[in-house]
């Protein structure tokens, strides 16, 4: 491992003169100098960042959490859209009820009137909530 570059005047003002106006991480990009060596180079000249560069950092983790929350909220869709799934394929499968207090198991050939009642409530809520969760992408998509 060889020694390590030594940089010049001009180019470390440049560096930091990017540093307040862009942040650290344009101008790592910008001049090929290590991020970490840029910032410790501006602490140790007490500098801050710029207005600029602290507005890029915060549009920047603005974007990161809409899209995590946009990740979240197709996740959900996806999680719903197979339950009514189930929910649907259930209504046309055999069926068992335990009745009494003894349990006794009933086995249905398909879904009896008051379990495609509960399906259905079920498809109800979940259509409900997934209507919710597609409004709300609409919402963030017109931002």
Do not use: F
């Not at 060596?37 to 890029?56: E, H, N």
């Amino acid at each position: 491992m060889g020694r390590p570059r030594k940089w010049s005047a001009a180019e470390r003002e440049t560096a930091l003169r990017l540093y307040v106006e862009m942040g650290p991480t344009e101008a790592a990009k910008v001049t090929g100098i290590d991020k970490s060596l840029i910032t410790r180079w501006a602490q140790a000249r007490g500098l801050t960042l710029g207005t600029v560069a602290k507005a890029a950092r915060t549009a920047a983790a603005t974007e990161a959490i809409a899209a995590r929350r946009r990740l979240k909220r197709l996740q959900a869709m996806e999680e719903i859209a197979d339950a009514v799934l189930d929910a649907l394929r259930q209504t046309n499968e055999p069926h068992v009820e335990y009745v009494g207090q003894a349990g006794r198991k009933v086995m249905y050939p398909k879904a009896p009137p008051s379990a495609l009642l509960a399906y259905a409530t079920t498809i109800e809520k979940n259509i409900g909530t997934l209507q919710k969760l597609a409004e709300a992408e609409e919402h963030a998509q017109s931002r």
